[in-house]
């Protein structure tokens, strides 16, 4: 897998096909990224597990947050990775004892681990770096275009609604 470049259907079929997400260094604070990601995720029908040893059996955007990913009693689709780049190989050792194992492990903006990566590739998972799924999500839903961001995504289509507020869904072409 080419981790410098990932194909909108690549990246559209992971959104389309998770449903459970644990967020890693996921913040009570509502001004950090992983927070309004959470929320973004919450709005759009995704079930959100924050994972934070600080915040543990306390709520974050009304879920209930974890110490580690073991400790989440339902079994996980992604894991979201907001953490240093430094902190990911033992995330994916972690990652990789859990059972079912997850579809995909995504890392945040300006993380990347490439040894990690290929260690969870070599198991099955699926992997994407250096990317927000809030942002893909906007992007290719079209829904950051209500901004007068370029997408560069052009449809003509009728959006898919899904479960959650003002949820288009995902579409590549």
């Known amino acids: 897998m080419n981790h410098d470049s990932y194909t909108n259907e690549y990246i559209a079929e992971i959104l389309n096909s998770v449903k459970a997400v644990a967020i890693v260094g996921a913040s009570a604070n509502d001004v950090r990224p992983s927070y309004f990601v959470a929320k973004y995720l919450i709005d759009k029908g995704f079930t959100v597990f924050p994972i934070n040893p600080g915040q543990a059996g306390k709520e974050i955007l009304g879920r209930m947050t ?3 990913l073991s400790d989440v009693p339902e079994p996980i689709d ?21 059972k079912p194992l997850p579809k995909v492990i995504w890392m945040q903006l300006t993380v990347r681990n490439d040894d990690a990566a290929a ?9 994407v770096m250096n990317r927000c799924p809030k942002i893909e999500y906007g992007r290719l839903s079209g829904e950051i275009g209500w901004n007068g961001v ?21 579409r590549v072409r």
């Open 66 to 68: 974890y110490a580690k």
């Open 78 to 98: 992604m894991v979201d990775i907001f953490r240093a780049s430094s902190a990911v190989p033992p995330i994916v050792d972690e990652v990789l004892k859990l």
């Open 119 to 127: 260690k969870a590739e070599a198991a099955g998972v699926k992997v």
């Open 150 to 170: 370029n997408s560069r995504v052009l449809s003509s289509k009728k959006p898919i609604m899904r479960q959650g507020f003002q949820s288009f869904g995902v």
